[in-house]
């Protein structure tokens, strides 16, 4: 596997044109399709089912295409900083939403200003499968909402701590109370948010440590869903009170009276031991950690 047969493979998958591709790397459509053919062969899989006269990824093409962009980064990184110029290449961040939403906006700020080379790819967080694709270098920083999170191959850096509250229209029959405990959402609608990582799971152990485990779940992978959703007067949810706090000022929504009080989790940051820092995910760590401690 030879890096010009990955730079020809990623222009065809990019525009999914043999003709294209060959345009753009100034190369003749023959040698683009041996190329292909033989990267084809020496994997012993199909990149691209051929129909008619367009073409689509397999599913063994878009694996592929996940590692082709990681090596070729990799070989501009090398190259950028072998020649001391600034970081260039791409990474993929996994983010839960409401850090995308509240805290992320002047970090992107402030490296774009300095890197406008680089390309960030930002995923919308799930727990499950961040390690593996962590290791797997097809993400190469994380961040988590929880109380800890701990792997032997992993490095973790807390960057803060997120306050939860537990919130409901003002019209929510528990908006009376004047405390709320947990037993008391028993049979209740309850929001939960399904990308937000580590909190969901926070709040599902407190609900089973007090053997509460008859309310109607809902779950969306949407804030604003959410948020709207308790505002119409569907349910309660546990959110960041970052993410609440201007419909709280508006009195669209009320923090409930916990008896758990407010519970606070730590803004991590996540990375895999034995990855190589390169300058460019170097840099965006270190504009990361300069403006969540400000």
Not at 119 to 135: F, P, T, V, Y
Request: glycine share 6%.
């Amino acid at each position: 596997m030879e890096i010009q047969q990955l730079r020809s493979f990623r222009a065809v998958a990019s525009l999914l044109s043999f003709n294209k591709a060959a345009d753009r790397l100034h190369y003749a459509q023959s040698s683009i399709s041996a190329q292909i053919r033989s990267l084809e062969e020496e994997l012993g899989v199909h990149l691209f089912d051929r129909l008619g006269k367009s073409i689509r990824l397999t599913e063994s093409g878009a694996v592929l295409l996940q590692y082709a962009n990681k090596i070729l980064d990799l070989v501009d990184e090398s190259q950028a900083s072998v020649r001391n110029k600034e970081p260039v290449g791409s990474l993929t961040v996994r983010i839960p939403e409401s850090f995308g939403i509240y805290h992320l906006p002047p970090v992107l700020k402030e490296f774009h200003a300095k890197y406008p080379k680089v390309h960030l790819n930002l995923i919308s967080c799930a727990l499950e499968g961040l390690d593996k694709d962590l290791r797997k270098g097809v993400t190469d920083l994380a961040f988590l909402l929880a109380e800890t999170f701990s792997a032997a191959d992993l490095e973790v850096e807390p960057l803060g701590f997120e306050s939860l509250v537990l919130v409901a229209s003002p019209q929510h029959p528990l908006s009376a109370k004047r405390t709320v405990h947990t037993r008391d959402l028993s049979g209740q609608t309850i929001l939960f948010s399904s990308l937000n990582c580590g909190y969901k799971s926070i709040f599902e152990q407190v609900l089973k440590n007090e053997e509460v485990d008859n309310y109607n779940k809902i779950e969306c992978g949407s804030l604003e869903v959410i948020k709207n959703s308790v505002i119409g007067g569907l349910g309660v949810s546990v959110l960041p009170e970052v993410a609440v706090a201007a419909e709280v000022e508006r009195k669209r929504l009320v923090i409930l009276p916990w008896s758990e009080g407010g519970l606070d989790v730590a803004i991590l940051m996540i990375w895999y031991k034995d990855k190589w820092i390169s300058p460019t995910l170097h840099a965006f760590m270190d504009v990361t950690r300069k403006i969540m401690k400000t």
